[in-house]
Each structure stands twice: as structure tokens, then as C-alpha cells.
């Protein structure tokens, strides 16, 4: 699963940048002070462990209609099975609340077989009893409408480019919603899938497609068949009106389906370096992809990407144009989604508490294909990416990697499994070697395909091709939590001619965060630019490393290629930054060094003035030398912050003094898009002058440039108060590029001040059928405009039913601020049909959308029906299911001992 809208899901890490903008931006420790961390999960929080598994799951045979104008699912679905003890004459599937089951039958006879459903699971008695030799098929015949797992998204008039959908969403325990099913990751199935929709709709699911099916009824029927044995959350089915285009790797199809109104160049845009990531991947691993094809299917409404085997799932929103792509790529959704074919559907974690072997590895080798595509500068500046991100998350609350105290499966899906995960991998590469790396990995993805895993499946196989002890590594990295904070300094020795590096770990230490043991390096580089590496080993408190050296050093630096999970703070002086800033190796090094010297005490240096113009020229990868004109312009991070209000208003940026202007003039020409926009936000906190004026006015006339820099401009214009700004603005509006993107920051202006026109614009773009972009920004103004203004305020009321998800929140969140007495019918009549439960989950631990209905429901004084309470567990029931379980263990032990016997006796 991706990250969140970038599963998303832009991205969980990319959320908690947004939360914590400054630490994401800080290099040492935050100028914030010490952070106020929750707990991960209450003290109250029981520990999970792995399910045991009452039968061997073989097979799952789904025939089901897909019915999308009730919404509803029917059918029959057939589990062929092993029982797991000798005379085993019951088991139990999870299903959801949703679904009503009419009839089980067993084995090729069809005998009727009893069955309950109760608290989640479908308990079933056999027509006899069965042994571990036998195989035995269960067919299900049930039907319902679902709330959560499979999802039928509606077509709309109002906006033609929105089709009918259907898809389903399996991770993490969802897929028993709609299909009964044991729904657990650490049992392995092969899959058919017999869909039949109504036509024009075609199905994509796992496998390959064995057949289809003209109906004379309307409908179409596809078979999908997976021969290779899947964890169930992996099960997909997806259902639209698809143009597919295609591309092949060898005798590999690979599948690009989007719907039809995008055409096959959009569609190639974000997914058509998929060919070549399978390549890199394959070679990467070892291991050749295992699967028939590989399909990518954009769904409406779907948050990110999901990796479900051979057919990936990823949102339509990463259906990006030209324009927009030169701001960000979508290269990271697709690697990231495609190396969990290996890791995660491959191989797949025995229980949650090792998601991070799923979606640590997928947030590492996504990085490794940047590594391969664009060279080590870009690969450098996304794991330092990734390693904000984990700090991010760090302030928030700190858990181990590894850990089973959780209330949902969804809490692990974090920056500490994603972010941290690709990062103690980067670290684990980095302490090992190249060759030792990549000869680990080889070994555990030939020793472990088509297996579930757990860490220390990963640890040993990683031990025997290495022949190294990682236990301390893994312990420290995988079972601990936090990171070393490490204060550093050094100073000349002339008297004995060495260097004398200081370097203490300031972290607080307790239960969870340790001492860290950390074998790093040391480098000394002299004037001339020549290195010495030093190997050293962090332990303890506070060390002082002495290593001889003929002459002072210019420039001393621990960790410098950035290896290690860290904050470090790092006293230098000006002159040994600024030569930092040119001949530090790792492009991560030159930016911090860049970000030092920036600093309002550096600034009017005339050497740190000099340095920083040459330095932005010298950097050829895009990120660096985006990220140092950003540092000069002093908006480092604005691309992810929330920009606020322009012109006016609190979030107008400061003005920057005229030190660099003619760098960022120059910046904003530059071929690399990234480094324009950083470079034309920069030149809009300038005074006005001219030349500034006659850029921003050539950035915003010009179609083909960054939306980022036509945004800025556009905003500057205003803030500026050109005469022709309300002709630009008004023009603005009408502009359906980007989907209305410019248009939307044009309303942001038009409606900042509180005016009747302002009120009348907002009442205008509100209404369902406005293009998104225009609705979004009505809405972040209504709260401001309609404070006071009670007619205004009635405008909400529709939107609190909204078809759109997101404006139907923003609706609730409004009311609840605003109070208009008319909106509690509206509200108590959504909330009776707003789904509780597992359909409440955003993703990655997201707070449910009820909830906001909820506190406007409570807000205006209505009443918030509780939820039917879950009667409390009969213990002394629980532990007599217990003793049944382990009778049963005992029994088949004894079964197997005899047989042991029987052939020693040789019987």
C-alpha cells in the first residue's frame, strides 16, 4: 500500500510534513523544544498475536455479481481446504455485518452443512468429519451491500469525466465485507474470481483472464484465474469502463487501464517507466517477477496505490498533466506499488507487527529505482526525505518498528513502518557493504518466495549469506525505538598534530530508546580537497575520537555519506560551511551546509553570499538545486506547507532583503522547472521593482509554465496591486488549465477580503456540479465570509449530503463552526446512514469521517446515537474455546506421534 495521497495515500510522511513543517525541514535537533509525544497505543492495549490458523486454505472460487445499481454483491464462493487435525468436523471464516449467507454446502456431493454467524465469523459444521489428508470444497451462497471493502462509486452527470466504478480495498482486513473468506495475511490461496457486471463494465482481478462471457441479460462475465498462491488481502477486483493500453517486458504484459475519457499520453505519463522498474527489480532482487502480467488500474475515488497481486490499484488522481508533472513526478507511487510484488505479495508478513517488511522494503527499493533512473545526488536527497519524514512522525509518538501493541492492524501503517523501515534498511546497506547488501537480499527473496515472513526471517537469511551477526543491529533498529541525537564538535591539535572530533548522543534514554552502538566514519578532508576516511564506532554518552593529522583539516564530518538514521547538530565555523557546501560528496551534506550558512546571523557575509550564488549553479541534480534556491530564497518547504491567502492576510511572506536578487532572477530562468518555482517564490518576497514585475507578469502569461511559479506570480501581481490585476484575476477564474487549479487560487483572491461581491462568488462556486478546484476554494473561504451572514450560511446545507466526500466533511466541519440552526435535520439525517466500523477508516490510521459528523451533530446541540454496545467477553467461554483449541493440538500430536512410530516400526 502507498503512502498516503501522495495509500495514498500524496503521503503519510508527506501528511506529518505538513503537521510538522519544521522539524521535516531541520537538519539538527528542533528549535522547537523537546517534543510532547502520545502513546503509540494506551497501556490498556492488549498485544496481538498471530492467528492460528483452523484450516489450510488451498483454493478461493468467487462467482459473484457485482450489481452497481443496488450496490450489491451475490453469489457463491467456494474455499477448498485441509483440515489442520485429524476428525475435524467445523472451522470458522471471518464475514462482514453486511452479508447474509443462505446456504454452505461441502464436497462434491453438496452436503447441506449447519452454520452460524456471529461477532464476525461464519462458524461452520462439516457434512462429516475430515483429516489433514483430506481436501475438502466449502461453497458459500450469500449475498448483501457492503459498506467498507468493496466500493461502488457512482457516475455523475454534473461532471461527464467521472464514470461508474467498482473496487475493492483488502488491506488491511477488509476483504471478508464482501467475501467471506479467512482474512488474515499468514495463509497463502490461489484465486479464481467469476465476475459478472453490467455491460459496458469489464473486470480486472489477479492472474490471468480465462475466459469471458456475453450475457443475455445485459451483463458480461470475466474470469479471472491466480495460479500462484496469494495472502487474501491481495484478492482484487476492479470493474469500470476501461481503455487499456498496453506495453511488454520479454513475454510480460504490461497493463495500463484508466478510464475512458484519459487519453493513452496522460496514461503513459505516470505509468510508462513501469517496464523498466520491473527490469531494474527483477535484477535487483534476483528474482524475475513471478506473476503472469502486471496490470495498474486508476479508480476513481481510490486513495493511492494498493499492491494487489499482478493487478494494482492506484488513484486517478495520479493522472496528472504535462504541466503538473514537471512539479512532481509520479515515479515513486508506481516503483513503490510495484516492488511490493516482490515484497509483500512475494514474500508477505506473517502478522502486522512486521508490516515493515511489506512496506519498508517498498519505501527503500522505490528509492533504489530513483537510485538506477536518476544517479545518486536525487537517490541521496529522497532518503533524506524519508528520514524527515520518520522525525515527523518521531514528535508525534515513538514506537519500535516491531511491535504487536495495537488496537487496529491501520495504526501500523506509519512513518515509522514506511519511512523509518526504508531507512534502517539504507543504514543496514551502509554497514554491510554493496556486495554483502545485495547478496543478503538475493538469498532472502530465493530462500522466502511464496512464504510469509517474519523480522527474523529477514535477519537469518541476511546472517547466512553475509556470515555477520546482525542480532545487535536488528535489536537496537528493529525492537527499540527512536534515534541517536548526536552533538558534535571538533578542534585542531597543533602541539601533536591531530584532530580531536567530539561526539555525544543527547538522546533522553529509556525503556524503548537506547545508547546506540553505531559503526560509522569519520572523514577528514584537507584544503585541497583530498579525503581520509576513519571507521569509528559510537558508544556511550559522550566520545572523543583523536586521529592524527599532518595538518588542520578543512573540513571534518561524521556520517558523510549519510548513512545513519540521526539528528545531528555540528558546530563549524562560516569558512569551513562554505567549503562544505563545495566539496561535501553527498548532495544531502552540501544542502545542510547551504541551510547553516542562510541562517539571518550568516547572511550579510559577503563570503556567504558569494558561496551561495556559485553554489545552486554547481548542483545537477534537480532536488539540490531546487533545494538551495530555496534556501536562499527563504521559503525552504513553502512547496509543502498549506499555502495560505494572497494577497493580504497573515500568510503574506515577510519581504526578503535585495542581497540575492539577481541570483533568484537568474533562478527563475533555469531549464529545471523545480528550481523556477522555488526561484520565482523567491523573487515574490522581493519589493517591487521592474524587472521583477516584467518576470512575474512573463511567468504568469506563459501556459507552459510550473504551476507552482504561475501561482506565485499571479499572487505577487496582486500583492503588488498592478493596475491590471483585477483583468488578470477575473481572467484567472475562467481558466479550466490543470483542472481549474489556477482558477481556484484566483477565487482564493477574489474572496479574501469580506465583501458582497466576495459572498456572491462564494455562493456561486459552492453548488455540486462547479469544478472541484472552484468548489475547494469556496469552501476555504465560506467559514471567514458567512460568519456573520446568516443567508450564506444556508448555503451549507446541500453540501452536508454532497456526493464528493471531501466537501461533504468540509460541510460538517463548517456547520459545526458556524452553527446554522437550519443544518441539524441535514446533519442527524447523514449521520443515520454514515457508515461505523472498518468503512470509517481514511487509511494509515486516519481519524474516521463520522467523526466529524459527529461533534457538528453534537455542536448544534442534536444527539449522537451511541453504537450498539459488544456484549462483554465471557471469559470463563473463552477460556473453555481455549481448552477445546489446545485438546484439539494434543490430539493431533498424538496422531502424528503414531505415525511416527508406525514408520520406525516400519509398518
Known amino acids: 500500500m502507498s503512502r498516503l495521497p501522495t495509500r495514498c495515500f500524496a503521503s503519510l510522511p508527506l501528511l506529518l510534513v505538513l503537521l510538522c513543517p519544521s522539524i521535516a525541514a531541520a537538519q539538527g535537533p528542533p528549535e522547537d523544544g523537546p517534543p510532547r509525544r502520545r502513546p503509540f497505543a494506551p497501556a490498556s492495549t492488549p498485544r496481538q498475536y498471530g492467528r492460528i490458523k483452523e484450516v489450510d486454505a488451498k483454493h478461493v472460487r468467487a462467482e459473484l455479481t457485482l450489481d452497481a445499481a443496488k450496490k450489491e454483491v451475490r453469489g457463491t464462493v467456494t474455499h477448498t481446504v485441509s483440515p489442520t487435525y485429524p476428525l475435524q468436523d467445523s472451522f470458522s471464516l471471518d464475514i462482514g455485518p453486511d452479508l447474509t449467507v443462505s446456504k454452505v454446502t461441502a464436497g462434491p456431493a453438496k452436503a447441506p452443512c449447519k452454520f452460524a454467524v456471529a461477532d464476525g465469523k461464519l462458524a461452520i459444521t462439516l457434512d462429516k468429519p475430515y483429516g489433514p489428508q483430506d481436501t475438502v470444497d466449502v461453497a458459500i451462497t450469500y449475498g448483501g451491500r457492503p459498506v467498507a471493502g468493496l466500493h461502488f462509486i457512482d457516475g455523475d452527470p454534473a461532471y461527464p469525466d467521472r464514470a461508474p466504478a467498482i473496487w475493492t480495498q483488502g488491506e488491511a482486513e477488509d476483504n471478508h465485507l464482501w467475501l467471506p473468506c479467512y482474512d488474515y495475511p499468514n495463509d497463502r490461496i490461489t484465486t479464481e474470481m467469476i465476475i459478472t457486471v453490467a455491460k459496458p463494465m469489464s473486470v480486472v482481478s489477479n492472474g490471468v483472464l480465462a475466459a469471458t462471457r456475453e450475457n443475455a441479460d445485459g451483463t458480461r462475465t470475466f474470469h479471472w484465474r491466480m495460479d500462484q498462491p496469494i495472502s487474501s488481502y491481495l484478492i482484487t477486483v476492479a470493474a469500470s469502463d476501461f481503455s487499456a493500453f498496453h506495453d511488454r517486458l520479454g513475454n510480460l504484459p504490461v497493463d495500463y487501464y484508466v478510464q475512458k475519457h484519459v487519453d493513452e499520453a496522460t496514461a503513459r505519463r505516470f505509468m510508462g517507466k513501469t517496464p523498466k522498474m520491473i527490469q531494474f527489480f527483477n535484477q535487483a532482487t534476483g528474482q524475475p517477477y513471478a506473476y503472469p502480467k502486471y496490470a495498474q488500474v486508476c479508480l476513481p475515488e481510490f486513495n493511492g496505490g494498493m499492491e494487489n497481486t499482478s493487478a494494482t490499484s492506484m488513484t486517478d488522481d495520479a493522472l496528472i498533466d504535462a504541466v503538473e508533472a514537471m512539479e512532481r513526478s509520479q515515479d515513486s507511487l508506481v516503483a513503490h506499488e510495484l516492488a511490493h510484488q516482490w515484497f509483500g505479495d512475494l514474500m508477505t508478513c506473517k502478522d502486522w507487527s512486521h508490516i ?98 517474519e523480522t527474523d526471517d529477514f535477519r537469518k537469511a541476511m546472517e547466512e549469506a553475509t556470515g555477520k551477526d546482525l542480532k545487535p543491529f536488528f535489536d537496537q533498529w528493529l525492537y527499540k525505538a527512536g534515534h541517536p541525537e548526536l552533538k558534535a564538535s571538533w578542534r ?145 518547504g513553502s512547496r509543502r506547507r498549506v499555502r495560505g491567502r494572497a494577497p493580504g492576510g497573515s500568510a503574506t511572506p515577510p519581504v526578503l532583503e535585495d542581497t540575492f536578487r539577481a541570483t533568484l532572477m537568474e533562478a527563475a530562468r533555469d531549464p529545471e522547472p523545480r528550481v523556477r518555482v522555488a526561484a520565482v517564490q523567491g523573487v515574490a518576497r522581493l519589493k517591487q521593482d521592474s524587472a521583477a514585475e516584467a518576470l512575474m507578469r512573463g511567468v504568469w502569461a506563459n501556459p507552459g509554465e510550473p504551476y507552482g511559479a504561475r501561482t506565485a506570480a499571479i499572487q505577487t501581481l496582486a500583492r503588488w496591486k498592478v493596475k491590471d490585476i483585477d483583468a488578470l484575476v477575473t481572467a484567472a477564474l475562467k481558466d479550466p488549465i490543470g483542472k481549474y487549479r489556477l482558477a481556484g487560487w484566483a477565487l482564493d483572491m477574489l474572496t479574501d477580503e469580506a465583501t458582497p461581491k466576495a459572498r456572491e462568488l462564494v455562493a456561486t462556486y459552492l453548488p455540486h456540479g462547479q469544478p472541484h478546484a472552484l468548489r475547494s476554494a469556496a469552501l476555504r473561504s465560506f467559514g471567514r465570509l458567512a460568519k456573520d451572514d446568516q443567508a450564506l450560511q444556508e448555503r451549507i446545507l446541500p453540501l452536508i449530503d454532497d456526493p464528493d466526500k471531501q466537501v461533504r466533511s468540509r460541510a460538517w466541519d463548517l456547520a459545526a463552526e458556524l452553527k446554522p440552526k437550519k443544518a441539524l435535520p441535514a446533519l442527524e439525517a447523514r449521520l443515520a446512514k454514515e457508515p461505523r466500523g472498518p468503512a470509517a477508516f481514511i487509511g494509515f490510521g486516519g481519524s474516521s469521517p463520522r467523526a466529524g459528523l459527529e461533534r457538528a451533530v453534537t455542536a448544534l446541540g442534536g444527539t449522537v446515537p451511541k453504537a450498539t454496545a459488544k456484549p462483554p467477553a465471557d471469559a470463563a467461554a473463552a477460556v473453555k474455546d481455549l481448552e477445546k483449541q489446545a485438546g484439539e493440538l494434543e490430539a493431533r500430536l498424538r496422531d502424528l506421534r503414531k505415525q511416527i512410530e508406525a514408520v520406525k516400526a516400519g509398518k
Open 492 to 636: 585542531y591539535e597543533d602541539a601533536d598534530h591531530t584532530a580531536r572530533v567530539k561526539v555525544a548522543q543527547a538522546q533522553k534514554t529509556d525503556d524503548q530508546t537506547p545508547l546506540f552502538r553505531i559503526p560509522t566514519t569519520i572523514e577528514l578532508t584537507d584544503a585541497s580537497g583530498r579525503a581520509r576516511a576513519v571507521p569509528v564506532v559510537l558508544e556511550g554518552a559522550s566520545q572523543e575520537f583523536v586521529i592524527p593529522a599532518e595538518a588542520k583539516p578543512a573540513m571534518v564530518q561524521v556520517d558523510p555519506d549519510c548513512w545513519l538514521v540521526k539528528e545531528l547538530a555540528f558546530d563549524k565555523p562560516v569558512e569551513e560551511r562554505i567549503f562544505e557546501l563545495e566539496h561535501a560528496r553527498c548532495a544531502v551534506c552540501r544542502v545542510n551546509a547551504a541551510r547553516e550558512l542562510a541562517k539571518p546571523a550568516n547572511r550579510e557575509d559577503s563570503r556567504v553570499q558569494e558561496a551561495l550564488e556559485r553554489a545552486w549553479k554547481r548542483e545537477k541534480g534537480p532536488s539540490a538545486r531546487a533545494a538551495i534556491v530555496e534556501i536562499i530564497a527563504g521559503n525552504e
Open 356 to 453: 515493515w517488511l511489506n512496506e519498508g522494503f517498498a519505501s527503500y527499493f522505490d528509492p533504489l529505482f530513483a537510485e538506477h533512473d536518476r544517479g545518486q545526488d536525487e537517490f541521496r536527497m529522497v532518503m533524506d526525505g524519508e528520514r524527515k519524514s520518520y522525525l515527523a512522525n518521531d514528535r508525534q509518538y515513538r514506537r519500535p518498528i516491531v511491535e504487536n501493541k495495537y488496537a487496529s492492524p491501520m495504526q501500523m501503517f506509519d512513518s515509522m513502518t514506511y519511512a523509518k523501515g526504508g531507512c534502517v534498511l539504507h543504514m543496514l546497506r551502509g554497514q554491510l557493504g554493496e556486495s554483502d547488501w545485495w547478496k543478503g537480499i538475493r538469498h532472502y527473496v530465493s530462500k522466502h518466495k511464496f512464504q510469509v515472513v
